[in-house]
């Protein structure tokens, strides 16, 4: 079993503030995904990184790839409500395998 | 516009019941699997298939067996439910080359109790 760690567990900041998820593995992977996810709904695909030391935006969230392809992180700018969910990283081990293996995510709260 | 459809959305059993979880998707992908959601564990991969025709177990298949007969619906069967059973059961769907993009379905929470 791969093990996939996401930090913090848990976090909760003011509508404004800046804030980075990380997700680290002892494996190398193949690619990265983070999802996010409502209450009541399943993961929804943010992004997929591939090549280590990669850089994607999308709007207000920054991702990047660990150049070893070890870990990854999620960095959101100037937060706001609409933010609020769980965040999840997923990755896959070997190319060409679809089988995603998750982190235990982190759950973000933005304060108004 | 459907996607991956999961039935039901809630479901409560007494231990030793058996039920099957529906997963339909219709978008033609050819690789779906099964996912367990519990709190602060993440999602955990149960089975998979690659087709129709062929399936293989993931981290946490004790409990659990599926199979897939068309490329569109893969059922999930309890057999005997457990308390440690309770939990929120995602089924995805992808393509099986190029993205690899999950399209997940809205869950089913399931209580054994």
């Known amino acids: 079993t791969q093990l996939l760690e996401q930090s913090p567990q848990f976090l909760s900041i003011q509508e404004g503030e800046n804030l980075t998820v990380y997700c680290n593995s002892s494996?190398?992977?193949?690619?990265l995904q983070w999802y996010r996810q409502e209450p009541g709904e399943g993961p929804v695909l943010l992004v997929t990184?591939?090549?280590?030391?990669e850089v994607k935006k999308l709007k207000r969230l920054t991702f990047q790839f660990g150049d070893a392809r070890k870990d990854s992180s999620l960095h959101i700018t100037a937060a706001q409500p609409g933010d609020t969910g769980l965040y999840l990283c997923?990755?896959?081990?070997?190319?060409?395998?679809?089988?995603?293996?998750f982190g235990t995510g982190t759950r973000l709260t933005v304060i108004p | 516009n459907a996607g991956v459809t999961q039935t039901p959305k809630f479901q409560v059993l007494k231990t030793g019941q058996s039920m099957t979880l529906q997963c339909a998707q219709d978008?033609?992908?050819?690789?779906m699997s099964w996912y367990r959601q519990d709190p602060g564990m993440g999602l955990r991969l149960i089975h998979y298939s690659v087709g129709a025709g062929i399936t293989d177990q993931g981290e946490v298949p004790n409990g659990y067996n599926v199979s897939r007969s068309t490329t569109e619906d893969f059922p999930l069967r309890l057999l005997s439910a457990a308390p440690s059973q309770t939990s929120v059961y995602f089924c995805?769907?992808?393509?099986?080359?190029?993205?690899?993009?999950?399209?997940f379905g809205q869950g089913t929470r399931l209580t054994v109790v």
């Open positions: 995805a769907s992808s393509e099986v080359q190029g993205r690899t993009e999950a399209f």
């Open positions: 990184v591939v090549t280590g030391g």
């Open positions: 997923a990755a896959q081990y070997q190319t060409g395998a679809n089988n995603l293996f």
């Open positions: 494996s190398v992977f193949s690619s």
């Open positions: 978008m033609n992908h050819e690789y």
